[in-house]
């Protein structure tokens, strides 16, 4: 005998289940679904084409229903549901979701699209009942009685890897919320993003990464049970909530997450904005919980931060700097410092980094970090770096023109210069408009910049093969520094400046630092060490047999045109 698909389906599902089990237990868990079978039984409903579906959900199968009454059942559940209490708890509201398909919703496996049905209905925190229906032309008449219907095509608004909402119906869902006064009064948006979490990819395996990003959304999910939560890139997710303890919250889930692999200890940083009356986007509205956790990423002491004035100004200048950008370089804001490189063996100027100023007519000098991010984040960056080699070219040229002395420079470039252009085929155009030999130039790329996984190896061995130096910047921050030095091949290894800093309280990164001098010098990789400040600081370097050295101890950067 053939198997007869059923045709109607309603689920009511308890979408406050952790509160009842915490006041009650499994019981009071039992309770209320019986509660709602009972309802379901006043209603017309045979407890024959009843089953619970999991412990909050309690799945109707009312194929022998005539569609109209099968309607009025389901009406009729939404309203009923709406006052409802926990049985033995009166001071308990339920939230009682109401979903129902029909047929074409049904067609997928029944339990399946019930599934993603009850997910749905359960990550709103909203006061009505929801309706999945496809025929909406059937279900229209429910819309007046304040009954929300959905359709299944919305149902695909669910991230498959994580089974949280979509950035997009995220911003949907943060639209409703904003647009309305009385749900927007108590709303909180929070961005939570893994630190490192490309180090953690590469320093395990890509499955673990997954393991992890899984853990952390399923964190996230349970902690904020009753609240809307969403994957909105690879290791970031949002949060609309109504929660008052958010703090305690993210405390549970930094907790959580650190202990999830205690070698490594992942950091997960989450930013917090609560929305007010101020008129923003729901777009400016996530960009400010991002910036809030953005400006605690790789600090060890805080695991959240408010969204605050600070904050405020700074989006406003990340604003302004996105819209100035191409301005800025055609009108000569982008100006150039540069800060002397010294051979520590004979204390002579060798080189210098060229660093890039943002000289604005109206705020004066922005440092980089004002803009960098910005400029990246806008994929406008690559502008900002060919103007400062520009520059750079220009400069060395009339040097020789003049037979003023010169030294080579250093200029950096970002990671993406690599996507966004032929970064190669532009500086050798820039050095031959000049007559700029390639050995004049080197070019900086970030340690963190080569743990993504792109064609830089091949890039980098282009650039050599061109006859410019590739120097490795800010050696020693990220992870996996070691592994770069077996995989890539530098002239230069630019040890990072926190090394110095943690010389003062730590005798092991001393150690540390003399034998990565010692390691590169085996490799024959020459070495830089930056923020030199201190005449105790050059005394060690020289001491440890570092080939270079650049820091305040020796000069602050300052304008290119007024020389080193
Ligand atoms: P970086 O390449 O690591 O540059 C070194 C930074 O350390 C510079 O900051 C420099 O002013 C500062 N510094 C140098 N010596 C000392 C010292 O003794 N003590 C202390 N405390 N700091 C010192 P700056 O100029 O603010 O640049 C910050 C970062 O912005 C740079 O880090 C680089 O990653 C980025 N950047 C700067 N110019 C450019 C550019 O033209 N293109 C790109 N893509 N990035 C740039
Ligand atoms: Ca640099
Ligand atoms: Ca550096």
Known sequence: MAV???????????????????????????????????????????????????????????????????????????????????????????????????ERALRSLVNDAAHDLVAYMNHLDLPAAFLAADELDIWQRMGSTGVDIISHEQLKYYDSFTGMLTIERFFDLLQYAMDDPHLSENMTILYFDIDDFKSYNRAFSHEDGDD???????????????????????????????????????????????????????????????????????YVALDCAKLACESIKGR??????????????????????????????????????????????????????????????????????M??????????????????????????????????????????????????????????????????????LAIEITESAMQEESN????????????????????GCGYSSLNLLKDYEFDVLKVDMEFLRDMETNVRSGKILVSVLEMARSLGIRTLVEGVETKAQHDFLLEAGCDMMQGYLFGKPRPLELGL
């Open 4 to 102: 007869v698909p059923p045709r109607q389906v309603a689920v009511l599902s308890v979408a406050n289940y952790d509160e009842v089990f915490q006041v009650g237990g499994r019981a009071a868990g039992e309770a209320v679904l019986e509660s709602l079978r009972n309802m379901a039984v006043t209603l017309g409903v045979d407890p024959g084409y009843m089953r619970a579906m999991d412990e909050r959900t309690l799945l109707l199968r009312l194929d022998e229903l005539p569609r109209e009454e099968f309607l009025a059942a389901i009406q009729g559940m939404a309203v009923r549901t709406r006052s409802l209490t926990a049985p033995t708890f009166p001071d308990l509201m339920l939230k009682i979701r109401v979903g129902a398909m029909s």
């Open 212 to 282: 992890l990003l899984l853990f952390v959304a399923n964190q996230i999910k349970e902690v904020f049970s009753a609240d809307v939560t969403a994957h909105i890139s690879i290791d970031r997710f949002a949060v609309l909530t109504s929660s008052p303890d958010i703090v305690s919250k993210c405390a549970k889930i930094h907790a959580a997450t650190r202990a999830f692999r205690l070698s490594f200890a992942p950091e997960v940083k989450c930013g917090i904005y609560r929305l007010s009356s101020e008129s923003v986007t729901p």
């Open 300 to 369: 060890y002491d805080k695991a959240y931060c408010c969204f605050g004035e600070d904050h405020r100004d700074h989006l406003f200048v990340r604003r302004y700097v996105a819209h100035h950008a191409e301005r800025a370089v055609t009108d000569g804001w982008i100006r150039t410092f540069a800060q002397p490189v010294i051979d520590t063996r004979t204390s002579e100027l060798c080189g210098f980094e060229a660093l890039a100023r943002w000289d604005d007519p109206e705020r004066g000098l922005l440092s980089p970090a």
């Open 371 to 440: 803009f960098i991010p910005t400029l990246e984040d806008a994929r406008l960056i690559h502008g900002l770096d060919i103007c400062v080699v520009d520059t750079v070219c220009r400069h060395l040229s009339e040097c020789r023109a003049q037979g003023l002395s010169y030294v080579p420079a250093s200029i950096n470039l970002s990671r993406l210069d690599f996507d966004l252009c032929d970064i190669l085929g532009v500086i050798s155009k820039l050095c031959d408009r000049w007559g700029i030999p390639h050995e004049l």
């Open 456 to 475: 830089l190896r091949v890039e980098i061995e282009r650039f050599r093969a061109a006859g410019f130096e590739v120097w490795m910047d800010d050696f």
